[in-house]
């Protein structure tokens, strides 16, 4: 079965250079959230689009900015890099979100790891 | 503001073992609790997938439990192996502020030895 695509799987950045991670979701799911992971750290919410638009802002940096296109991927950019923002990256998706229970599942990808030199 | 709590931070085990893992939560006001295996520098799999109407799931050698009363959960592996160690992370799906949020715990480094 497909599932969620991250890419690049590594990037290499220096400080204040620019990095746009890519997210694939699952066939058919409308919603995608953005995570961050630092070494040793749980996954931290950035941010999260639900059919194009976006639903929530967690702990995303005024330099980082995300869109979720028409064939549903998103795009996390991310300018002025700082060491701090090397982490693993993590784009999750899910179908459908209303302002109800939300049963399903989030189904993560693989993850981009980001080291900012 | 919602907070999950995991406990041990870390376990190790002989093979063979079966084990508990533990994860709190301090707002039962929850849609559901999703328990999710990480292994070193790889992405997040989903392991069982807990509703709030639900006691527990069951997915093979896993089971996984939902007190929403307590704000407690459990992942029950039984007859661990080798292969087991991970770190398992749990994390409750709530709305707060206004939308729909995912909060995880710190997780917990499982190893399963030989």
């Known amino acids: 079965a497909a599932g969620v695509i991250q890419s690049p799987r590594h990037l290499i950045k220096e400080k204040r250079e620019t990095a746009t991670l890519k997210c694939y979701p699952i066939?058919?799911?409308?919603?995608v959230y953005w995570y961050q992971q630092g070494p040793g750290q749980d996954p931290q919410f950035l941010i999260s689009?639900?059919?194009?638009?976006?639903?929530d802002k967690g702990s995303i940096p005024d330099r980082f900015s995300a869109q979720q296109f028409s064939d549903y991927h998103s795009e996390l950019n991310m300018s002025s890099l700082e060491l701090g923002d090397s982490a693993l990256y993590f784009c999750?998706?899910?179908?459908?979100?209303?302002?109800?229970?939300?049963?399903?599942?989030?189904?993560f990808g693989s993850g981009t790891q980001l080291s900012v030199l | 503001k919602q907070e999950v709590t995991q406990i041990p931070a870390a376990l190790s085990v002989p093979e063979g073992e079966n084990l508990v893992l533990n994860c709190s939560f301090t707002?039962?006001?929850?849609?559901?609790l999703q328990w999710f295996r990480q292994d070193p520098g790889k992405g997040l799999t989903s392991l069982l997938l807990?509703?709030?109407?639900?006691r527990e799931q069951t997915s093979g050698r896993l089971n996984a439990s939902l007190d929403k009363s307590s704000g407690r959960s459990t992942l029950y592996i039984a007859a661990s192996q080798p292969g087991d160690s991970a770190t398992y992370l749990c994390?409750?799906?709530?709305?707060?502020?206004?939308?729909?949020?995912?909060?995880f715990g710190k997780g917990t480094k499982l190893t399963v030895n030989p």
């Open positions: 999750a998706s899910s179908l459908g979100q209303t302002n109800l229970a939300t049963n399903e599942k989030l189904f």
């Open positions: 066939p058919r799911h409308d919603t």
């Open positions: 689009f639900y059919e194009k638009m976006q639903s």
């Open positions: 707002d039962s006001a929850i849609y559901n």
């Open positions: 807990i509703q709030s109407s639900q």
């Open positions: 994390a409750v799906r709530l709305w707060e502020g206004g939308s729909e949020k995912l909060v």
